[in-house]
């Protein structure tokens, strides 16, 4: 039973254009999500999160997305860049639930110069 | 300051042989985590530790894994008998505090395991 998904495994954008990378869950416990990215041959490195109680937090170029209701969040990068090719990662936690995350599969972000 | 380092990078071993992985925190972080990812899917939980103390194993195939965090700083995690579907990448990671709910978990570079 995947909790949280992330339907698209790939995805490509130009340079300077947006990405939107989305990501589906199911558990309705779920109330902390974080949004993760990782380069080949590197370990995940934190990025941006966003608490149930608000429907947007930005940081720069990123912008994280929730809607409770369709139990959705998208991540926005505007605009990509290069530098900004990587696996995405989505990952949820629940509160009282010892900060495990469960992650989704991934997507492959690719900016082209 | 220096990252969440592992060891070895990269092992590659024969099914029904042994392995170990070797973690460092960063310094001071109570809370530690293994992650198996399998190629084309996302870290899921192996274990946690708070301290020196097991949170959470419920993922974990203990019949064949098992992992200690000794003076709750470094841990070893070690797969015996290795099968050819623990081909992976194993991470660890560590958070600053309790391991709470909106902890950010800091990742290593991860150890890529084959089984042949």
């Known amino acids: 039973d995947q909790q949280v998904k992330q339907n698209s495994p790939s995805l490509s954008v130009q340079e300077g254009r947006i990405s939107i990378l989305n990501c589906d869950y199911t558990?309705?416990?779920?109330?902390?999500f974080l949004w993760y990215k990782k380069y080949p041959a590197e370990g995940p490195t934190f990025l941006i999160s966003i608490s149930s109680i608000k429907d947007k937090n930005e940081d720069g170029r990123f912008t994280v997305f929730l809607n409770k209701s369709a139990k959705h969040l998208s991540l926005h990068i505007v605009p990509s860049q290069p530098g900004d090719s990587a696996v995405y990662f989505c990952?949820?936690?629940?509160?009282?639930?010892?900060?495990?995350?469960?992650f989704g599969q991934g997507t492959t972000l690719q900016v082209k110069p | 300051e220096a990252g969440v380092a592992q060891s070895p990078r990269y092992k590659i071993i024969e099914k029904r042989q042994s392995v170990a992985f070797w973690c460092n925190p960063i310094?001071?972080?109570?809370?530690l985590y293994w992650y198996q990812q399998i190629l084309g899917q996302g870290p899921k939980l192996l274990i946690q530790?708070?301290?020196?103390?097991?949170?959470?194993d419920s993922q974990l195939p203990k019949d064949r894994f098992s992992a200690e965090r000794l003076k709750g700083v470094d841990s070893t995690l070690k797969i015996q008998p290795a099968k050819l579907e623990d081909s992976a990448v194993y991470l660890c990671a560590s958070s600053p505090t309790s391991g709470s709910f909106g902890d950010t978990q800091y990742f290593g570079p991860g150890t890529r395991l084959t089984v042949l």
């Open positions: 990952a949820a936690s629940a509160r009282g639930n010892t900060g495990k995350l469960i």
């Open positions: 310094s001071g972080h109570a809370t």
């Open positions: 558990n309705s416990m779920f109330d902390y």
């Open positions: 530790f708070q301290n020196n103390g097991v949170v959470d």
